[in-house]
């Protein structure tokens, strides 16, 4: 199916609820929003009421909670894992559990604060039992991403695993020739550059990892301070 007919049935019902909100809805956002465009914080929260009750796909009936990020809203770097686990979808916060620490450690070593970055996933729901996300849940899933991208308008993007980078660059490469390296996000200008590097869950199953991370993570503080080569 083409990208655009995918996307189609999510983002009309997204824009549905933003129009249905601004006529009747959430009068108090909106008075507060009368003489002023909305913040981007404003955005992400509206975008996170329109998903609440999503059954776009099957993981609804088995989530608790909606995850669809967290940070800052102005933040020059995304973050993007591959779905909610266990500790993510009790708490409906992204990367919280074991792998969430090791990449708050991650950010930490490259001298920057969850607080600075913001952090989501391909997909808004857990998987059952953490199974790897299906073809048909990322594309129902994804326009919410890119309504997320397209509200923060980050400078860099930084892909955590497999999932992630192929989904966000249209890519079957594995992780190993992907990483380390930068891509422009398709369709987009002014180019935004997105650098795949491993999970952090994978970094606690494989240690020997952690090498390559470190020079990923490098290369990712090399742009934010506009310092690439
Ligand atoms: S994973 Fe995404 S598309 Fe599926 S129910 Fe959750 S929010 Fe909706």
Known sequence: METRERYREPLRLLKNYLRQQSEYGD????????????SKKDLLSMLYKSIVNCKECGLYRTR??????EGDSNAPIVLIGEAPGRDEDEQGRPFVG????????????????????????????????????QESEINSCMPFLTKQIEIIKPRI????GAIATQTLL???EPMYTMRGRIFPYPSKKPVLKVVPTYHPAAL?????????TWEDVKLVRKLYDNKEE
Do not use: D, H, W
């Open 27 to 38: 009068s108090e956002f909106f008075l507060n929003m009368k003489n002023k465009e909305p």
């Open 64 to 69: 608790k909670n909606i995850v669809l990020g």
């Open 98 to 133: 074991a792998a969430g620490q090791l990449l708050t450690r991650i950010l930490n070593a490259i001298k920057l604060r969850r607080e600075e970055v913001y952090i989501s996933n391909i997909l808004k729901c857990r998987p059952p039992n953490n199974r790897t996300p």
């Open 157 to 160: 993007i930084v892909t955590l």
């Open 170 to 172: 249209s890519s079957k």
């Open 204 to 212: 606690l199953r494989n240690p020997n990892l952690k090498v390559k």
